[in-house]
């Protein structure tokens, strides 16, 4: 005796075959969103705001970000967020123009950490990108197989996030502040939009905009370096955290908005305005969500070779 | 899997890989191919988008990927009762015509698929949606739970009554069905003489 059960289960059961062309063009829509994007992108803004917090968790909070106490590096320490910045514009104005040319390519070593992720150690990535967007990128995992990816001749890049732009279009972008703060408000609006987010959003999306951009910026004239600086010092409820060390214990300047319950985190060196780290911890409870430091960048001839 | 992909994006791909045949295929049980195809896609942007906010505890991304697809059919409710409707239609005509292929098994295939139609767009959206994701996509009640984010007793609730509104109608066109099954076989032996 079969049930109603068992007839729904053969109802329309000939329907369920994928159709191997939509799933193709599915698997190519996914890739492409992802491939631009960093690390860790924000989530859209929940309906009704959980609360994270107690006193058990505010333990793990002195854990979170390790602030270095003692240090000092002379001179006068910045009194907010925007001077830091603002500092490290300065300093990113005067270092060097590392600019690539065709045929070079941007490498980056990144060690990402998350709760619950760390089996034995950091998951590593390199990458490699050229001005035109190719390239590829290793990620390693302790005791899993190496997992690559290439960037293909005409493939889009990955580099600038969340539009995928290369280079030579970053270099095309504005050089002044305005200008780019327009565009990264743009990039940052068109991202919002794309997820249902509300517009008033945008200036949260700028910040992590930001944080992408400088991961690779080295590679940029030293203008613009300082320009997306600029911009971030800009942007507003950006709180200052002081000093701080990195994941490999390099010590730098964090600063850092909270929205939605998740505090990003920039770590940058205030002596050369390199970034040394994104971070994503829990509002409140400080627990780690997310954080990648990078390790080491530097302008290479080939996809397999390293500084 | 997911807790990898906040780390690495690109690890999210295999998300998609694992488990787009089934939730294209529960989507395209549901609503038009081209439609189903669309929402598909979309399950997995808004997922990914949405993978911060996913429990790392979480082992099976079954419920969530449900939970969301299922999130984007409500707005096409409409739609997807019509084409049952028009299914039910099509079901009773194409199972009257069967009728003198003399195959007994496939008629009461296609007379409970008119019936499970009628059935299936009688239901609340809400109804239609617990009852699909337990007898399609596998879910227990915990899980239908925390896809649709309704409690496990909701999900009891809305079940049962799914359930029995099914049964009553298969219940219901079982007689019928015997009765113009034997009619439709009599007059086919009739002609064949």
Known sequence: ?307 | MIAESLAAPHAFAAVFDRHYDAIAGFLRRRVEHALADELAAETFLQAFGARERYDTQRADARPWLYGIAANLLRRHRRVEERRLRAYARAAARDGEAGAFDGVDERLDARAAGAELATALASLGSGERDVLLLYAWADLGYDEIAAALAIPVGTVRSRLHRARGVVRELLVRSGEQMDESIAAVIATAREESR
């Open chain 1, 1 to 307: 005796m079969s049930t109603e059960i068992d007839h729904l289960r053969a109802f329309r059961s000939d329907d369920a075959a994928p159709d191997p062309d939509a799933r193709a063009a599915a698997r190519a829509l996914l890739l492409e969103r992802i491939a631009p994007t960093a690390p860790l992108r924000r989530a859209p803004r929940p309906r009704s705001r959980i609360l994270v917090g107690g006193l058990g968790l505010a333990a793990a909070a002195a854990a979170a970000i390790a602030l270095v106490a003692g240090l000092d590096s002379g001179g006068v320490q910045p009194a907010t967020a925007a001077e830091a910045l603002r500092e490290a514009a300065d300093v990113a104005a005067q270092g060097p123009d590392v600019a690539l040319q065709p045929g070079q390519y941007w490498y980056v070593r990144s060690e990402s950490r998350q709760p619950g992720g760390d089996r034995g150690g950091p998951e590593v990535r390199e990458d490699w990108f050229s001005l035109t967007g190719q390239g590829r990128w290793v990620v390693r995992r302790p005791g899993e197989p190496e997992e690559e990816h290439s960037i293909a001749d005409g493939a889009l890049s990955y580099s600038f996030f969340p539009q995928p732009l290369t280079y030579e279009q970053v270099r095309a972008l504005p050089a002044d502040v305005n200008g780019l703060y327009d565009a990264i408000e743009r990039a940052g609006m068109a991202w919002a939009s794309g997820n249902g987010l509300p517009v008033a959003d945008r200036t949260h999306e700028m910040f992590t905009i930001v944080g992408d951009w400088l991961r690779a910026a080295p590679a940029l004239p030293p203008a613009r370096r300082a320009a997306l600086y600029r911009v971030a010092a800009r942007l507003p409820d950006v709180e200052l955290l002081g000093k701080v060390r990195d994941g490999r214990a390099r010590e730098g300047i964090a600063v850092a908005q909270t929205d939605d319950g998740l505090r990003r985190e920039l770590v940058f060196d205030p002596d050369t305005a390199q970034l040394l780290m994104q971070r994503t911890v829990r509002a409140g409870s400080g627990e780690l969500v997310y954080e990648s430091t990078y390790v080491e960048s530097g302008v290479v001839d080939s996809t397999t070779a390293r500084p």
